[in-house]
């Protein structure tokens, strides 16, 4: 079936072109409600057998092409759809009178509890079992495999959303772009993306019948990750099109090196957001100064387990020697909300966004704190990297305490605070004078502000930066550093928005941290603009009584060459 042109406009989170193959990502299948409960048992047995070995088959398959890495892994799984032990326990469950469906999902959530109660190596295969799961589930519905497909050729992945475990998990060398339905700009999704410098768009909406879309044979589709621009068959015209703002952007961004400096030599830092030791082995290659946010918690995504100290400490070694002498800002553990860890699990809560987050979350479970800490401090003395540590979701002075108090006793030199929620960035001033840094989360900050579910893509005209309530609040957090002379930095998405990060160096901002592929840009922005032209943005923005009326008087000021840097 052959799919028609389109021309879709989302929210672009991650700029550069690409065109290509689709790939379409299909959501786990769940338990089928409808099935009816089992009578036949032998027959279901050979059913459950027959779904397994499909199961094995598609993942021994899929692991003739992979890397090493992901061959260990895809084997391993297959490897546990073959295991007896499974099979028998999902029998039990249909001679139970269990449906088809219910059965294999009930008997897997069993052995998976047996796997997590034996804690460590064991603990993580439970990921994998559930992988079993939904496949397994899937062949038995007669749906499509869930999850990213294999890709046979470099595609653009189209989800209706993707998890930022998944995203972590895509090959930048094979998919050349991602397409995402619903979404937020700021969910971690869209900002693993940018990490992995994949051209990117969310809020593209009805993307086109899903199913429609992955059973098209051959069918194509062309991205502008900058402006969120999405092409269904695209024409050769449109290919071209995009080739040339591409060359545009690449010609326009030719001359970009060095430190970040307006066009009059004031200084505003470069630096990278990361999220595992991959990322800051790529981001310490390109031209930057370091790493302003190192999310933590991306390294321990999808799994079942605390990490050890040892682990912890060789990660961290890791990440510290690959940035040599530049600075690099370690975020401590920021779970919850729409990044739940399985062993930092509270509990449901009704508003996980407005619950027991970031710093909350390790003052309930110090332990998680203590032992991040002592790793971080063992790979601090090990490289004598320049180190920065910081806790996420700061609102109160007892909270600022607390954690430096943890963080200077365990000997780590520089500490700081995220500003992410209004009371800190109200009170800066107070939270400043005990800690050594503020970074300020505009993606929080946005949210919070405006008290706008960052996930609900719905709401991105709420969470838009551009709000002159949140650069008020931004305002106020910088006046925090000028008052008791630190330091304050942007490591929010906004800060790699090259027409934000001149509001932001207006607004006294130090430092801005990105996706590392935003950074050529945003040095090219800030290097047409002298210090006094980004103040006025500044003073323009913050007084605009709309977002939209914030943007158009920042615009009118801007050099004309900024619109090839977007
Ligand atoms: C932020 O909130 O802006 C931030 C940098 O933290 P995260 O996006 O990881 O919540
Ligand atoms: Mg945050």
Not at 183 to 212: E, Y
Not at 299 to 317: D, N, W
Not at 531 to 559: F, G
Request: proline share 4%; with cysteine; net charge negative.
């Amino acid at each position: 079936m052959a799919v028609e042109h389109r021309v879709l406009l989302g929210i672009g989170v991650s700029s550069g072109t690409a065109h290509g193959a689709i790939a379409v990502v299909s959501p786990a299948p769940g338990v089928d409600t409808h099935e009816p409960r089992t009578d036949d048992v032998d027959a279901a047995t050979q059913q459950v057998s027959d779904a397994l070995e499909t199961v094995a088959t598609s993942l021994l398959e899929r692991a003739e092409h992979a890397s090493e890495k992901a061959q260990e892994i895809l084997n391993a799984t297959a490897k546990m759809a073959r295991d007896r032990g499974l099979k028998k326990a999902i029998v039990k469950e249909l001679k139970n009178g269990s449906g088809l469906t219910r059965a294999i999902s009930d008997a897997i959530q069993k052995y998976a509890d047996m796997f997590i109660e034996l804690g460590g190596y064991m603990a993580e295969r439970a990921t994998d079992l559930y992988d079993v799961r939904d496949r397994a589930i899937a062949v038995a519905r007669g749906l499509p495999m869930p999850g990213i497909p294999e890709l046979s050729e470099p595609s653009i992945i189209v989800a209706r959303d993707l998890a930022p475990a998944e995203t972590a998990t895509l090959d930048p060398d094979k998919a050349l772009g991602i397409v995402i339905a619903e979404g937020g700009p700021t969910s971690h999704t869209a900002i693993l993306a940018a990490q992995l410098g994949i051209p990117a768009a969310v809020r593209v909406g009805k993307v086109v019948d899903f199913a429609t879309l992955a059973q098209a044979e051959g069918a194509t589709m062309a991205l502008d990750g900058g402006v969120g621009e999405v092409i269904i068959a695209p024409s050769q015209e449109d290919i071209d099109l995009l080739t040339e703002r591409s060359e545009q952007r690449e010609a326009a961004l030719a001359d970009s090196h060095g430190v970040g400096m307006t066009y009059d030599g004031h200084r505003v830092a470069l630096l990278a957001n990361i999220g595992t030791a991959d990322d800051a082995k790529r981001a310490a290659e390109k031209d930057l100064e370091g790493s302003g946010l190192f999310r933590t918690e991306f390294l321990f995504l999808g799994r079942e387990a605390a990490p050890s100290v040892e682990e912890q400490t060789e990660v961290y070694k890791t990440v510290f020697e690959a940035f040599g002498k530049r600075r690099i800002t370690v975020r401590t553990l920021d779970a919850g909300a729409d990044k739940p860890l399985k062993f930092a699990d509270l509990g449901e809560e009704e508003n996980p966004a407005l619950g027991r987050r970031g710093v909350r979350l390790t003052r309930i479970r110090e332990d998680l704190m203590d032992s991040q800490l002592e790793a971080l401090a063992a790979a601090y003395k090990a490289t004598g990297a320049d180190v920065r540590v910081m806790a996420p979701m700061i609102a109160t002075m007892e909270e600022a305490q607390w954690f430096a108090d943890k963080a200077r006793a365990v000997g780590l030199p520089s500490v700081g605070i995220m500003i992410e929620v209004p009371a800190a960035a109200i009170n800066s001033a107070q939270l400043l004078s005990i800690v050594d840094f503020a970074s300020i989360g505009t993606n929080d900050l946005a949210q919070y502000t405006m008290a706008a579910d960052r996930m609900q893509g719905e709401l991105a005209s709420l969470l838009d930066v551009w709000q002159p309530a949140v650069l008020r609040m931004i305002r106020s957090a910088c006046q925090g550093g000028t008052a008791t002379g630190k330091y304050v930095g942007v490591c929010g998405e906004a800060g790699g928005d090259p027409l934000l990060a001149l509001v932001l160096t207006g607004l006294g901002v130090q430092s801005l941290s990105m996706a590392p592929t935003k950074v050529g840009a945003v040095r090219a922005a800030l290097k047409l603009h002298d210090l006094s032209t980004c103040q006025q943005m500044a003073a323009y923005a913050v007084d605009a009584p709309t977002a939209n009326d914030a943007r158009a008087a920042v615009e009118k000021l801007i050099h004309p060459d900024v619109k090839f840097l977007i």
